[in-house]
T-cell receptor, first 118, second 113 residues
Framework: DTEVTQTPKHLVMGMTNKKSLKCEQH?????MYWYKQKAKKPPELMFV???????INESVPSRFSPECPNSSLLNLHLHALQPEDSALYLC?????????????????FGSGTRLTVV | GEDVEQSLFLSVREGDSSVINCTYT??????LYWYKQEPGAGLQLLTY???NMDMKQDQRLTVLLNKKDKHLSLRIADTQTGDSAIYFC?????WGQGGKLIFGQGTELSVKP
C-alpha cells in the first residue's frame, strides 16, 4: 500500500459546526503533515507530527486542532471555522522528518479534502 | 533564507518539449522535487534529484540541476494533453530542520492539441 487516504473528499460545514478530517497511511511512515492549499497556490504547511507527537505548529489558529491517535492515523478537528478557511486540505506522510535516504524519497500526499465553510 | 520561484504559466503544443524552470535560495537543501497537481487532485511526486547530481532522466522527464546558479529545470519530452497540470518544485532542508518542504508558486502548464 503506497497511498495516503483522506476522508471525506468534500465537506461543506457551517461556521458553528464541528467536523473532522481523517488521514490514513499504511506505509510505516513516522512523519505526517497537514497542509492547506488555496486554488492555484502552493500548499502551506499547518502541522507536522513525528512519531505521533506534534513537532511543528505553523501558528495555526486554535479552531484547527490536530490529533495523531496512532502511527497510521492523523485527524484534523475543525470548530467555528470562517469562510476564508475554505480550501483544499492535504495530508502527507514521509518516512521520517527530513529523511533523505532509503526508498521513500519525498512526501506522499493524499488527494485532499475540499472544504467549504458557509 | 528560504524562497523558491517559478514562472506562473507555460503553454506548449502537443508533441513539443516543455521546460519548467525553478530557482531556489537555500544552498543547503539536500533534495529537490517536482510535483504535479491535476485539477481537483492532490500532489503527485513526479521525480526528485539529490543536490550532488547534475541531471536525472526518467522516461520522458529530465531534471537538470545547476547548483552554482541554484537553478532547477524539468523537461517533459513529447508533451501530451494529459500533462496539463500545475507543476510545483520544492526543496527539502537538511536533516534536523523539521521535514518542511518549501514549495515554489507553481507553473501552470497548458498543452494545446
Amino acid at each position: 500500500d503506497t497511498e495516503v487516504t483522506q476522508t471525506p473528499k468534500h465537506l461543506v460545514m457551517g461556521m458553528t459546526n464541528k467536523k473532522s478530517l481523517k488521514c490514513e497511511q499504511h506505509m510505516g511512515h513516522r512523519a505526517m503533515y497537514w497542509y492547506k492549499q488555496k486554488a492555484k497556490k502552493p500548499p502551506e504547511l499547518m502541522f507536522v507530527y513525528s512519531y505521533e507527537k506534534l513537532s511543528i505548529n505553523e501558528s495555526v489558529p486554535s479552531r484547527f486542532s490536530p490529533e495523531c491517535p496512532n502511527s497510521s492515523l492523523l485527524n484534523l478537528h475543525l470548530h467555528a471555522l470562517q469562510p476564508e478557511d475554505s480550501a483544499l486540505y492535504l495530508c502527507a506522510s514521509s518516512q521520517d522528518l527530513g529523511v533523505t535516504d532509503g526508498p521513500n524519497y519525498g512526501y506522499t500526499f493524499g488527494s485532499g479534502t475540499r472544504l467549504t465553510v458557509v | 533564507g528560504e524562497d523558491v520561484e517559478q514562472s506562473l504559466f507555460l503553454s506548449v503544443r502537443e508533441g513539443d518539449s516543455s521546460v519548467i524552470n525553478c530557482t531556489y535560495t537555500d544552498s543547503s537543501s539536500t533534495y529537490l522535487y517536482w510535483y504535479k497537481q491535476e485539477p481537483g487532485a492532490g500532489l503527485q511526486l513526479l521525480t526528485y534529484i539529490f543536490s550532488n547530481m547534475d541531471m536525472k532522466q526518467d522516461q520522458r522527464l529530465t531534471v537538470l540541476l545547476n547548483k552554482k546558479d541554484k537553478h532547477l529545470s524539468l523537461r517533459i519530452a513529447d508533451t501530451q494533453t494529459g500533462d496539463s497540470a500545475i507543476y510545483f518544485c520544492a526543496e527539502s532542508p537538511p536533516w534536523g530542520q523539521g521535514g518542511k518542504l518549501i514549495f515554489g508558486q507553481g507553473t501552470e502548464l497548458s498543452v494545446k492539441p
